[in-house]
């Protein structure tokens, strides 16, 4: 389908720029998914046919491409050189996981959420923290559209479980690690909602769950994907005008409908905007 973006309601109109996605469904060191190099390709597919985003304008790492650096390097790329009035978007699909922190002073700073890569293995350059996402988001104007749809564990303040499968890691944390995580939850440490308490971040985001919550790696008309960004899809082909907070109300209703677990959560200075502009 051609861009066909019109203002309405006095909304401004958006243009289609860029998008980066990346699915891991094999991690190196176990706790293998099903879903994610799908949902990748799927939303590729959707943003490509139903929004008039260009092809080559699209790019997606799976599976063992997706290491940290390819990660940043893609994500550098989507937030470089923007123009007034772009929509960009991005999307991940994986696993998540908390991890505790310390500051410069060896002090806990409470959990960061974390996005694992395919070679995680608990070490910084195996995955990407809140911080870091936040540090390269700065990057995005404030008169650009940015959508982050985050289908795994954790994602409200930045976890994926299923009635069938789990996207939060499920192998344990090796010992020194589970200790620092330990004793920031006996010190009532709180994970930091960076990505919403940081104002300057101008974006919408879309989580497949709440905070300690499940997102669901499912199996969804023949192929095995994940609930948040195949019904994401769905409905908001049905509602391309509705805001993401008026379509994540949808999802949530949907979702528990079909007995799924997850609440999904939209946030975000620009989540009371149509989607990607609307149509």
């Not at 985050?150 to 479980?161: E, I």
Request: a positive charge; one cysteine or more; proline letters at 4%.
């Amino acid at each position: 389908m051609c861009n066909i973006f019109k203002k309405k309601n006095n909304f401004p109109k958006f243009n289609p720029k860029r998008a980066f996605s990346f699915g891991i469904n094999i991690y190196k060191n176990g706790g293998n998914l099903n879903g994610c190099v799908n949902d990748s390709m799927n939303i590729a597919n959707y943003i490509t046919d139903f929004y008039g985003f260009q092809k080559d304008n699209v790019r997606l790492l799976l599976n063992e491409r997706a290491t940290k650096k390819q990660i940043l390097d893609r994500l550098y790329w989507l937030t470089d050189d923007l123009k007034e009035n772009d929509a960009i978007l991005f999307h991940n699909s994986s696993h998540g996981a908390q991890i505790a922190e310390r500051t410069g002073d060896g002090e806990l700073d409470g959990l960061s959420e974390i996005v694992c890569c395919h070679d995680f293995n608990w070490e910084p350059n195996t995955y990407i923290t809140d911080k870091e996402f936040v540090e390269i988001f700065k990057r995005v104007p404030k008169n650009v559209y940015f959508l982050w749809i985050a289908d795994c564990c954790h994602s409200r303040n930045l976890n994926k479980n299923v009635e069938i499968l789990t996207r939060n890691y499920p192998l344990t944390p090796p010992q020194d690690v589970l200790w620092r995580i330990n004793s920031a939850l006996s010190k009532k440490s709180v994970t930091k909602e960076l990505l919403f308490d940081n104002k300057e971040l101008n974006m919408a985001f879309l989580a497949g769950c709440q905070e300690n919550g499940t997102s669901a790696d499912a199996f969804i008309n023949g192929e095995p994907q994940g609930a948040l960004t195949s019904y994401f899809i769905k409905y908001n082909k049905k509602k391309p005008n509705n805001t993401l907070q008026q379509n994540c109300s949808v999802l949530a209703k949907e979702l528990k409908k079909d007995r799924y677990s997850q609440v999904p959560h939209a946030d975000g200075i620009q989540s009371t905007l149509p989607v990607l502009g609307g149509l």
